[in-house]
Antibody, heavy 120, light 110 residues
């Protein structure tokens, strides 16, 4: 059974880097039939797409975050990562990792989410 | 990129049908049949209800249906039940190879 689990610090200081890990079990993230990505949700607000990657190395990012965000992968550990630089309070959110099929909008598997608070 | 436009709230009595709209542009909703709908209960991760405009994942009730006309996609919930009370979000692929979500709709069962 496919499972995605986010992990990382729950508190990050302003201007520092937010770093999260998504550990995938039950399916290789090198699968050619899926994309893997991040979505976030500020408290009390809506969902915002952050970005995703395809196993062949291509990545796409939300234009509003593109200058600060990097998604990378470690296939040996079946994990992928989110780094967001120069964070501010506006980056406080629940961060979800999720799987989406290739050539479809079917984003069917999500992690439980992890809350990251940006505060000094 | 601008968020897709959804009504802030929609309500209906048990057993009734409601429809939630999701309006984008010719660069997203109007261009591709890559529109999904998610249901989110408080404190929970979003759950996929509809993908590729009108396809239901296995296990999702057939009371949920999706459609699209021009730049607007719609989610219809028929036979409204108390358990349908939740937030609903649409999302779409865009011509910039990115994805954009709607602002979300709170569904209230009266």
């Amino acid at each position: 059974q496919l499972q995605l689990q986010e992990s990382g610090p729950g508190l990050v200081k302003p201007s520092e880097t937010l770093s999260l890990t998504c550990t995938v079990s039950g399916l290789s993230i090198s699968s050619s039939t899926y994309n893997w990505g991040w979505i976030r949700q500020p408290p009390g607000k809506g969902l915002e797409w952050v970005g995703n990657f395809y196993y062949r190395g291509s990545t796409n990012y939300n234009p509003s975050l593109k200058s600060r965000v990097t998604i990378s992968v470690d296939t040996s550990k079946n994990q992928f990562f989110l780094e967001l630089n120069f964070v501010t309070a506006a980056d406080t959110a629940v961060y979800y990792c999720a799987r989406r099929g290739v050539a479809t909008s079917n984003r069917d598997s999500w992690g439980q989410g992890t809350l990251v608070i940006v505060s000094s | 990129q601008s968020a897709l436009t959804q009504p802030a709230s929609v309500s209906g009595a048990p057993g009734q049908s409601i429809t939630i709209s999701c309006t984008g542009t010719s660069s997203d909703v109007g261009r591709y049949n890559y529109v999904s709908w998610y249901q989110q209960h408080p404190g929970k991760a979003p759950k996929l209800m509809i993908y590729d405009v009108s396809n239901r994942p296995s296990g999702v009730s057939n009371r949920f249906s999706g459609s699209k006309s021009g730049n607007t996609a719609s989610l219809t919930i028929s036979g409204l039940q108390a358990e349908d009370e939740a937030d609903y979000y649409c999302d779409s692929y865009t011509t910039s190879s990115t994805w954009v979500f709607g602002g979300g709709t709170r569904v209230t069962v009266l």
